[in-house]
């Protein structure tokens, strides 16, 4: 790709805007033909659910100028969220003055959970499990040898005493399994479920759930960018001037909030997570995996906290950093039958699970620092309100060129309501 930023890709109709991505990506158009057939065909989504009626879509548009580790991508995300994509691509555009975004990713190693009830001695019982371990990893091993050919498998065991649970003590067993660019759920539940035999005779105990754990704190991604302090600075609609050290300082001290309450650490992770979700999802993987990963890794110091950390480096610039759990695949599942999660996922180039791990919390990172900035600055209502205002006058009944103008006259009386989208629209067809 030669570049992520396309000047003025906002103000083209929707149809040119495909044919100028596919000349940025270098792709055929015929590649990207999937995000303007419906995504999924009827007959697809047949095949991937039961009892299906349909299919339902989602607005899906391109967070544009994200650097992320030194390449240049174009980033597809569903969402139905007015100001996220425009949010996420301005702030990308002021990562990129300072090299974009870089990005660290784990192995990608998934937990799966064994647990073991009517285990009589569990202190014995753990130590033979783990005097067992290697077989017990070769046991794994041979039931995908895919995996272990293609560089993942069973890398090791855990045992673990729960003493406190409302049943009494038991043992929980966690295998680690490297699942390489998959998402992991199926070759790790059915690695469990192998186990249980083997386990039962070792321990004399009773098998009883067999499930990958979505905390998937062994597959995580951290993000960072810098933003030069003279990118911060701005004047508002309103003329009022934002000095850059205002604005730094400002959303120091908007991360401060997140990091100490848990009230407001929720507000702020839903935003990291309007990115995160909005690529996760137009790539086809399971984002309710990634929405329970995130916020229960955001729990694990016992206090539910911020997953970024803001602040600034010796030179004065802002600096971000976001760490969670990052459990998505390139192949399997729908990112293998859906066109448009398979279109998606040829546009961002990724050749590994962690590069797109990388870009999907670079995305997270951006929209945070949007929301940030825009509520220790202007708060925001004003960049949410011109959008929203469009759905208002949708939601009233606006069709065609009356949209716009109704939602224009709404922000500039500052009435975004539907009974006044209503009342406009009904004095038009008088
Ligand atoms: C809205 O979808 C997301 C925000 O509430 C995030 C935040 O408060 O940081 C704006």
């Known amino acids: ?11 083209l ?26 995504g999924l065909p009827a007959a697809q989504a047949d095949k991937m ?14 967070g544009l100028n994200f650097i992320v580790d030194g390449h240049e991508v174009l980033v597809p995300m569903a969402i139905e969220e007015p100001s996220v994509i425009a949010g996420a691509s301005y702030m990308a555009k002021l990562a990129r003055t300072a090299g974009g975004f870089t990005t660290i990713s784990s192995e990608p190693e998934m937990i799966g959970q064994i647990q073991i009830l009517d285990v009589r001695d569990l202190v014995h019982a753990s130590m033979e499990i783990m005097n067992h371990k290697d077989e017990l990893l070769a046991e794994v091993d041979a039931v995908d040898p895919v995996i272990k050919k293609i560089g993942g498998g069973a890398r090791d065991l855990e045992v673990r005493i729960m003493e ?5 003590p038991f043992l929980v067993v966690h295998l680690i399994y490297d699942v390489r660019d998959a998402m992991g759920a199926n070759a790790v539940n059915t690695a469990c479920e192998k186990l249980a035999a083997s386990l039962e005779k070792i321990t004399g105990g009773r098998v009883h759930l067999r499930i990958l754990s979505n905390l998937a704190d062994r597959r995580l991604v951290t993000a960072h960018c810098t933003i030069p302090l003279n990118e911060l600075g701005f004047i508002a609609d309103d003329g009022l001037i934002f000095t850059g050290q205002q ?9 401060a909030f997140a990091a100490v309450d848990p009230y407001r650490a929720a507000t702020h992770n839903k935003g990291i997570m309007n990115g995160v979700d909005a690529v996760v999802i137009a790539t086809g993987n399971d984002w309710r995996a990634i929405e329970a990963g995130a916020h229960a890794y955001a729990s694990s110091s016992g206090c539910y906290t911020s997953l970024s950390t803001w602040g600034k480096d010796a030179n004065g610039d802002l600096t971000g950093e976001l760490t969670m759990p990052m459990a998505v695949g390139i192949v399997g599942g729908a990112t293998r039958v859906h066109p448009a999660a398979q279109a998606a996922l040829k546009l961002l180039g990724v050749k590994t699970a962690s590069e797109l791990a990388g870009i999907i919390a670079s995305v997270g990172l951006a929209q945070n620092l949007a929301a940030l900035r825009a509520l220790a600055t202007e708060g925001i209502q004003r960049g949410h309100m011109s959008l929203h205002a469009r759905q208002v006058a949708i939601a009233a009944g606006a069709t065609g060129d009356l949209i716009e103008k109704i939602a224009l006259q709404m922000v500039t009386e500052k009435k975004v309501r539907i009974d006044r989208a209503e009342e406009i629209l009904q004095a038009r067809n008088k």
Do not use: C
């Open 13 to 38: 109709p929707l149809d040119q805007r495909l044919r100028k991505l596919a000349d940025a990506a270098k792709l055929d158009l015929a590649d990207l033909a999937a995000f303007q057939e419906n």
């Open 49 to 62: 659910v039961e009892n299906a009626i349909g299919t339902y879509s989602l607005p899906l548009g391109i």
């Open 1 to 11: 790709m030669s570049t992520s930023r396309i000047a003025g890709f906002y103000n």
């Open 247 to 255: 604005v730094r300082d400002g959303i120091i001290e908007a991360w």
């Open 164 to 168: 406190d649970s409302p049943i009494g």
